[in-house]
């Protein structure tokens, strides 16, 4: 059966290929940059967070969270600028890779991802905080090292 054919809860399988490329991908043309991938959990969740919405024949979030040194990275190579240029610029940066990036993935999974619309990206920051999208959700996620710091992706859907 053709992947776009087939619900939802049944496409999660084959996602995390799917949502690797597409993070490679943004990573590569959007920032010059290739990923190393992380295969031990993370010590500590990420300083900042970027979240985007999904409604329609999908419902959740997509999340990239990362150190606050891979969001100054972020915004160094989006912008052309020193990372010691870098001011609330990186916030931005970060919700803008995460867009990004949901697009991308959203583009790769055919007729559910036409089907399905983004939100703006919403940007959390600290020290001591939790991102809980969904009580329901099935997650996919992937972790990668970008110039040597961690970014997490993640792409949670309502059941």
Known sequence: MP???RPACQVREDWGPIL???TREVFGMMLGSDLEPVVEPASRPGEVTAVVGL???LCGAFIVRCTVRAALSMTSAMLGIDEEAVTDQ????VGE???MT???FKAKLGGIGDRCML???T??????YTVRSLADGSATQRDFLFRGERVSVCVEIHM
């Open 97 to 99: 890779v995460c867009n």
């Open 90 to 93: 990186a916030w931005d940066a």
């Open 119 to 121: 939100s703006v990206p």
């Open 102 to 104: 949901a697009g991308n």
């Open 3 to 5: 992947l776009t054919n």
């Open 55 to 57: 409604a329609g024949e």
């Open 123 to 128: 940007i959390v920051s600290g020290a001591d």
């Open 20 to 22: 690797e490329s597409a």
